[in-house]
């Protein structure tokens, strides 16, 4: 309950000087004499009466205080917020060919790279993001889904293996393009991640980033891989192998297919720099969150006015009938 009035509940301390003043009178009302002993007047019978003399001030400043609360108008209040959400929708392409096992990410490019972009999932509740994988193939591993809970198992299930070993970035990029083409949302975007270049599949990289740009699909590509050598651990049939991962990649072709579609190219070369390219993604691609809120008041004076006026109507029996004569 709240007031549409609170300033006028202060009202309610001059009732303490009111209530002073009935003591005070009541004191100086009363007679003293003195005499030789009170013994016949302590086993006196008391009639109710004069005990309820003072109900009627009592039913006063109650009704008074009623009344002030009525001044008040006291209100019950109920919020509800709508919340209209205009969502994105995001599919996430993500490389995930022998190469992706390098060390110079903690504990490895694919590792790192699924860890941040499960981080960008929790932060986007109100998008639909599906998730595709690709190496010299490329399957969607997700559909586009706000069930977030079951597209971070889907993301956490991915690993090297899954595909033949190779880099289909085209094909990664056009099998992405078409879990979009058919979307109704206004916002259409790819984010494609790799570190290396285009060596399987039948569509060119620049192919699919044309695709992309007809359908107004927005792509954000990412080159992982620090500046130099690193080495990558890779089961084999003959057992665990490590092997030499260049640093180098098509950086020129991951450029270009940003610019086609309009969108931008990153380079991350650690696991710091990861997560801060996935921020600034997030802080371009907000989503449009428009909130009503509707306050409905319902006013709760009334009880309060009615059980004010029936004191007094109280009151006013008593002085005239049964309290009558006694001051």
């Given amino acids: 309950m709240v007031y549409a009035n609170p300033a006028y509940l202060f009202l309610l301390l001059l009732l303490i000087p009111l209530i002073g003043w009935y003591i005070y009178k009541l004191r100086k009302m009363q007679a003293t004499f003195k005499m030789s002993s009170s013994f016949a007047f302590e086993k006196a ?19 008074l ?43 490895t490019r694919l590792e790192a790279s699924k860890k941040v972009a499960a981080e960008f999932i929790n932060d986007r509740p109100n998008d639909r993001i599906g998730l595709v994988i690709f190496g ?45 083409k058919d979307s109704k949302s206004k916002s259409r975007v790819v984010i494609l991640l790799t570190d290396g270049s285009n060596n399987s599949g039948q569509i060119a990289p620049l192919t699919a980033a044309e695709l992309a740009a007809s359908y107004n699909i927005r792509v954000y590509t990412i080159g992982v891989g620090s500046r130099g050598n690193s080495t990558a651990s890779i089961m084999t049939p003959y057992g665990m192998q490590s092997v030499t991962v260049s640093g180098e990649f098509d950086e020129r072709t991951l450029t270009e297919i940003a610019s086609i579609t309009q969108g931008t190219y990153f380079r991350a070369t650690d696991n710091t720099s990861l997560m801060e390219i996935y921020d ?5 691609e907000k989503s449009h969150i428009s909130v009503n809120t509707v306050t409905r008041r319902k ?10 006026l029936a004191l007094v109507g109280f009151e006013l029996i008593l002085r005239r009938t049964w309290l009558r004569n006694i001051p």
Avoid: W
């Fill in 45 to 63: 019978p008391s009639s109710i009466r004069v005990y309820m003399r003072h109900l009627p001030f009592a039913l006063r400043i109650i009704a």
């Fill in 65 to 107: 205080a009623l009344l002030i609360i009525v001044l008040a108008r006291p209100q019950s209040v109920n919020t509800s917020d709508t919340s209209n959400s205009e969502g994105i929708d995001i599919v996430m392409a993500l490389d995930v060919s022998s190469t992706m096992l390098a060390q110079d990410f903690s504990p």
């Fill in 136 to 180: 010299s193939e490329s399957f969607t591993q997700c559909p586009l889904t706000t069930d977030h809970r079951i597209l971070l198992n889907l993301l956490n299930e991915v690993k090297f293996g899954l595909i033949e070993d190779g880099t289909a970035i085209g094909l990664g990029l056009a099998n992405a393009v078409n879990r979009l």
């Fill in 280 to 284: 600034e993604i997030d802080q371009m």
């Fill in 299 to 308: 006013e709760l004076y009334m009880p309060f006015a009615l059980l004010a």
